[in-house]
């Protein structure tokens, strides 16, 4: 199912794409850039602002394992495929692929397939983790169990867990995220709206280091979420639609919602969110310098002291 936000607007017929000399028909309005291009340079200028955010969020890969975090779904897909066409012939940098399977009835097995498909295609080590083997429980279970929860809460921790956990033992320097524009100005909100700046040093992309967390890169940073369906259609990158089931209890619809709106209304929105990040960041990298992240006392993973979140959260499911 796609969902409808993510559709590009139509274009008046008589426009012209605003690249110069160019007679050909738009398919798209960037309304934040006050202009419309062409099948052609929207293909272009997609991948040329993916290409300058992969320089700049990871000058520092000089070669190595690049973990990338695959999902099956369209934005890890479209950048799965990127960092293929822009690294793939790099013989000095190994992509490898990373599923994680939580255990979601009715959804996972499906992105799990086009996960397979994509990597398979594009010659890509892929590894599967799966909840339940390395976590002792599934997102299904825990639902039910922890009726009272947002599935979202302990799901996206344990997911961050593994994704971590499996970079880090296949000798990665950085994990590849999938977050779009959107996604990424939604969190930036987020934590601002909940009064939670320091969160803003956590989130992706990471700009330092902490040891045992292998640091995470988003090279879709500037890219608007229809963009993103946008290119995979144009580009015949294979995607799963499916959506999950627990996503409508998920507290970031809220800020999704409010920010399309506020996006509409004032475009540029998105991206002036991910600027002012930039800007509080060497405020916040100066007042909280790095700290030592003791193991967990359970699985050894880094903590802020005593367990980790992901422990505590197995604890409160009764899970070992
Ligand atoms: S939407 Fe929430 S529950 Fe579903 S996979 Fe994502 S984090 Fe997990
Ligand atoms: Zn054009
Ligand atoms: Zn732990």
Redesign the pocket.
Known sequence: MVNASVLPSPVASSLRCARADCEERPIIDLSYAGEHLCRRHFIQFTEERVRRELHRQASGIKGGTLAVAV?GGKDSATMLSLLARFLGARRNIHLVAITID?G?EG??SATLRSAEQLTSSLGIEHHVRRFEQDLGTT?DAT?RTLSQI???TF??VW?RTLLNRAARDLGATHLAVGFNLDDLAQTVLMNLARGEPTRLLQMAPHRRTNDGLVPRIAPLAPIPEREVYLYARLREIPFDHS?????G??VRNVYRTALWQIEEAVPGTRHALLKTREKLLEALEAAYPPEALPPCVNCGEPSSGGLCRSCALRKQVAVP
């Open positions: 999902s939580e979601i959804y996972r997102t639902a947002a599935p979202c799901c996206g997911r959506e999950c089931p627990h996503a209890r998920a």
